[in-house]
C-alpha cells in the first residue's frame, strides 16, 4: 500500500469513528447496529466489514479515541502545577470537565466497562495499543501518588497501584451519578457533589 492509499485509508477509518460515535450518542450502544452506523457515514455495511471485524472494534476504537484525547487533556491540566496534592486535585477536576463536556464519551466509557467486549474477536495491535493507553493513564496517576508520597503530604505506607486503581473506579462512580440528567442524589449542585467525594479522599490518604 503506497503511502497516499495508506493516509486515505486512515481518513476514511477517522470518518467511520466519528459517525459510530454519532451514532452511540444518538442511539446509546446497545441500540447501535452495524446498520446504524454505517447509515450515519453514508457507506454500505459491506464497507465497515473492510475496515472492523465487527461492532465490538468499532467500540473499542471510539473508546481508544476517546481515551488518547483524555489523557492529552490531563496532561495538559498538571503539566504546571507543583505538587502531588494539587496535581491530582487538577487531575481530578480535567476529569470532570472533560465528562461534563463529553458525556457521550463517558457513558461509552461506563458501557464498557460494565458490559464488556469480546477482545478474542478484536485486531490485536488495537487491543494492545487499548491497553497501552490505559497504562499511560495509569502511569499520570502513579507518578502523581510518588510525587505526594515524596513530598510527604501522602501517608508513606500507601501501595500506589492499589490507590490509582481505586481512585480510577471511586472517580468513574461519582462521575456517573454527576454527569446523570437527574444531578446527585443528594439533591445538590453535581460539582460540589464530586468534590465533596474527593475531599473525603484525599483525607484517607493525606499525612497529618
Same mark, same amino acid.
Given at each position: ?62 473508546? !481508544? %479515541?476517546?481515551?488518547?484525547?483524555? @489523557? ?6 498538571? /503539566?504546571?502545577?507543583?505538587? +502531588? &496534592? #494539587? ?49 499511560? !493513564? %495509569?502511569?499520570?496517576?502513579?507518578? @502523581? ?6 513530598? /510527604?503530604?501522602?501517608?508513606? +505506607? &500507601? #501501595? ?49
Amino acid at each position: 500500500m503506497s503511502h497516499r492509499e495508506a493516509s486515505e485509508r486512515q481518513a476514511r477509518l477517522d470518518f467511520l469513528i466519528e459517525s459510530a460515535s454519532r451514532t452511540f450518542a444518538v442511539h446509546g450502544v446497545d441500540d447501535s447496529s452495524l446498520e446504524l452506523i454505517a447509515r450515519e457515514a453514508e457507506y454500505t455495511r459491506r464497507t465497515l466489514y473492510s475496515y472492523f471485524t465487527g461492532r465490538d472494534e468499532i467500540v473499542l476504537s471510539v473508546l !481508544l %479515541r476517546d481515551l488518547k484525547t483524555r @489523557i492529552a487533556v490531563h496532561e495538559e491540566a498538571v /503539566r504546571t502545577v507543583r505538587g +502531588g &496534592l #494539587n496535581k491530582l486535585i487538577k487531575w481530578a477536576d480535567s476529569y470532570l470537565q472533560y465528562a461534563l463536556e463529553n458525556p457521550d464519551s463517558f457513558r461509552l466509557q461506563s458501557y464498557v466497562n460494565y458490559n464488556g467486549i469480546n477482545r478474542d474477536r478484536i485486531d490485536a495491535d488495537l487491543v494492545e495499543n487499548f491497553y497501552r493507553f490505559n497504562e499511560q !493513564l %495509569r502511569g499520570q496517576l502513579r507518578s @502523581i501518588f510518588e510525587d505526594g508520597i515524596r513530598e /510527604r503530604c501522602f501517608l508513606p +505506607g &500507601l #501501595n500506589i497501584d492499589i490507590c490509582v486503581s481505586q481512585f480510577v473506579h471511586s472517580m468513574r462512580a461519582i462521575l456517573s451519578v454527576t454527569i446523570s440528567e437527574g444531578g446527585s442524589t443528594a439533591c445538590v449542585d453535581p460539582q460540589f457533589y464530586f468534590f465533596s467525594f474527593l475531599s473525603v479522599f484525599i483525607r484517607g490518604i493525606q499525612r497529618i
